[in-house]
């Protein structure tokens, strides 16, 4: 029922989830933050249940501090991206994470890469991707309008365009959706339906 | 040969020889020396010469556990290897569990029990580390400069100033207990922690090592500030004594 969306340009890539938290028929909350922030510049946007997603993102988010403070440097999308799909496939015979994620990051020899993972643990590196009956949707208007290094602008309005057909044409209303950018700045909140903060 | 055996055992007369020994192993190590200030700690570390051919960028005895905290050490430095990893992993699986940092106090204590653990198991021995431990206290209790110290005992104690490792480790903590104020400014406090510093090693920024650690930040000084600092000491004490440097007698 998640939507999460990723789309790369020249210079970075962009990840959107919607900010739906529910179950069977139930709506939780309207404001839930799905795209995960892993390190400085890297995002994990997942979908599937809440607990999975929580346990899954903040354990792999530790390890990238944990890493980054032995080691004293940053770990390269392609790393952080190798050990989340090693994770999910060393959990997928003991006690399985059932999220499939969007692994959005910057680093300075690749620019922006994003990385496609399913909860079986396969993964593929990807211009472009969309978790969840989305694909459905919007898979063909990334294959129309995604180009090689298009900019920052371009690819917003590309997925903007993606949200709108699912709002326009998908059953499950998704009225709020998250969008963050990461670029050589770090991660950035463009857009969001919602404020994830709770109100309490 | 059986794992089962403890080492570290009492003496008839109630001393545990294999911690005393520890110690020992401590005070062989180079001094590292810890000064808190009114909004910064700072931590400086004597640098023993090197062999010519080894690269000095890889000998690194202040470091960082996590974000907000920043350890200095004196004793083995293997031991100290795998301690730190200790507290770095516990240090995110803390952040993991509790969705908070954990507190100086909490590292401190953690450090402290784990080199404890070691005087207590079987096949094991203490090790040979004393720590300093530099950082913030929480937001709620006043967010203060805090500086924490533990020994091969497992004991962790808050200071205002410590010294651990060094032959001269004694004396240097008279030399800090005379020199110390209340509320020292950052510039102060590093004054302080070189000058002491300057008791045990030969003058000069590429035998010491400084890191300011502040409440958002922790920095390592440049050879070139730190060079300032020891010759504005030096010029200060050749005035005290009496003579001027650089200005060559009159006959």
Redesign the interface.
């Known amino acids: 029922m998640d939507t999460v969306l990723g789309i790369s340009f020249d210079g970075g890539v962009i990840v959107a989830a919607d900010q739906t938290n529910a179950r069977s028929i139930l709506i939780y909350q309207h404001h839930l933050d799905k795209v995960a922030p892993l390190t400085s510049h890297s995002v994990l946007g997942c979908s599937g249940p809440n607990a999975d997603f929580v346990n899954f993102s ?2 792999v988010a ?2 990238m ?2 890493y980054e ?2 080691n ?1 440097m940053k770990l390269s999308t392609n790393a952080q991206a190798n050990f989340c799909r090693g994770t999910l496939a060393q959990a997928l015979r003991k006690g399985p994470y059932q999220v499939n994620v969007l692994l959005g990051g910057w680093d300075e020899t690749t620019g922006g890469t994003l990385y496609f993972m399913d909860y079986l643990a396969a993964m593929q590196k990807v211009n472009f991707g969309a978790q969840g009956y989305a694909s459905n949707f919007c898979l063909s208007i990334f294959d129309k309008e995604w180009k090689a290094n298009m900019t920052e602008e371009e690819a917003l309005l590309v997925i903007d365009h993606c949200i709108s057909e699912l709002q326009e044409r998908f059953l499950i209303s998704q009225p709020n959706f998250m969008v963050k950018v990461v670029n050589k700045q770090g991660v950035r909140v463009v857009k969001q339906g919602a404020d994830p903060v709770e109100n309490s | 040969m059986s794992y089962d055996r403890a080492i570290t055992v009492f003496s008839p007369d109630g001393h545990l020889f294999q911690v005393e020994y520890a110690m020992e192993a401590v005070r062989r190590g180079s001094t590292a020396i810890g000064v808190r200030g009114v909004d910064c700690v700072v931590l400086a570390v004597e640098r023993r010469a090197l062999a010519k051919l080894q690269d000095p960028r890889t000998i690194r005895k202040i470091v960082k556990v996590d974000s907000r905290c920043t350890l200095a050490f004196a004793g083995l430095t293997a031991d100290a290897r795998v301690l730190i990893q200790k507290a770095r992993v516990e240090a995110q699986s803390y952040r993991l569990t509790c969705e908070d940092a954990p507190s100086m106090e909490y590292l401190a204590r953690y450090i402290a029990r784990t080199q404890q653990k070691y005087t207590q198991r079987g096949g094991v021995r203490p090790f040979g580390i004393a720590t300093l431990l530099a950082g913030f206290s929480d937001d709620e209790t006043g967010g203060k400069p805090v500086l924490y110290q533990t020994d091969p005992a497992g004991t962790h104690s808050s200071w205002k100033a410590q010294v651990i490792g060094g032959r001269n480790a004694k004396s240097l903590r008279e030399f800090l207990e005379k020199g110390y104020e209340e509320s020292m400014a950052e510039t102060a406090a590093v004054k302080l922690a070189v000058q002491a510093l300057l008791e045990v090693v030969d003058s000069g920024a590429k035998n010491m090592e400084v890191c300011v650690v502040r409440k958002n930040e922790t920095i390592f000084m440049e050879e070139s500030a730190l060079d300032e600092v020891v010759k504005q000491i030096e010029v200060e004490a050749g005035d005290k004594k009496g003579t001027t440097p650089a200005v060559a007698p009159v006959v």
């Open positions: 903040e354990y530790k390890n501090a944990l403070v032995t004293d």
